[in-house]
């Protein structure tokens, strides 16, 4: 059963601060997916990560995927107040199960003065 | 513009009554998904379809039910509304074909549930 880990579940940052939320799964992937979840709203596809190795950055934030250590990162350059939000990593499942996501728990951004 | 819509966006219901959410793609997916998501669990899958006839259950299915006629609806029906099921639903699509988005899902605004 994949399961999927994130950390932290709760991250307070200053302004200007840069920092990693961090996303672990279980069993082999090659596709993993970021979404962003402001309060009382929904999900919202941030970045698409389909092979080894890739990168990809908007704005100040950039994701990477290791699908040897079963790691994906999203790295927070220079933090701004807008980037407050929940943060979720989704992990693709493999053979007949393909179209099929498992979620993280989300991590909760609060970016303060 | 393709989207995905849902209906209603709040319900308030009383236990026992048997409640339909309605789920409504417009970009000719042939997977959609629910999910309910409550404080501290994250999202949690309910039911999924991978195609018109197809339906699956998810890791949270007691007490739910979908059916699907057509490429664009997935309703979830509770069968007897329990306060256990007062929660946030969201609706969701993707595409089964490979391509550079993969199996990316799209998401509705979500059906707020409140059962009484």
């Known amino acids: 059963e994949l399961k999927v880990e994130q950390n932290p579940l709760f991250l307070s940052m200053q302004e200007g601060k840069n920092y990693t939320i961090y996303c672990n799964y279980s069993t082999t992937s090659d596709r993993l997916y970021w979404y962003r979840q402001d309060p009382g709203k929904s999900l919202e596809s941030l970045f698409v990560l389909l092979s080894n190795g890739a990168v990809k950055q908007e704005g100040r934030l950039m994701a990477s995927l290791d699908t040897k250590a079963r790691l994906s990162t999203l790295h927070i350059t220079a933090a701004v107040h807008d980037l407050s939000a929940t943060y979720f990593c989704a992990v693709g499942a493999g053979g007949t199960s393909y179209g099929k996501l498992t979620f993280g728990q989300g991590t909760i951004l609060t970016v303060h003065p | 513009d393709a989207e995905i819509t849902q209906s209603p966006r709040h319900k308030i219901t009383e236990t026992g009554r048997q409640v339909t959410l309605a789920c409504h793609q417009t970009w000719n997916h042939n997977n959609m998904f629910w999910y309910r998501q409550d404080l501290g669990h994250g999202l949690r899958l309910i039911h999924y379809s991978y195609g018109v006839q197809d339906t699956n259950k998810g890791e949270v299915s007691d007490g739910y039910s979908v059916s699907r006629s057509n490429t664009e609806d997935l309703p979830l029906t509770l069968e007897s509304a329990a306060s256990s099921q007062t929660s946030v639903y969201f609706c969701?699509?993707?595409?089964?074909?490979?391509?550079?988005?993969?199996?990316?899902?799209?998401f509705g605004p979500g059906t707020r549930l409140t059962v009484l």
């Open positions: 969701a699509s993707s595409n089964t074909r490979r391509g550079p988005l993969g199996d990316t899902q799209y």
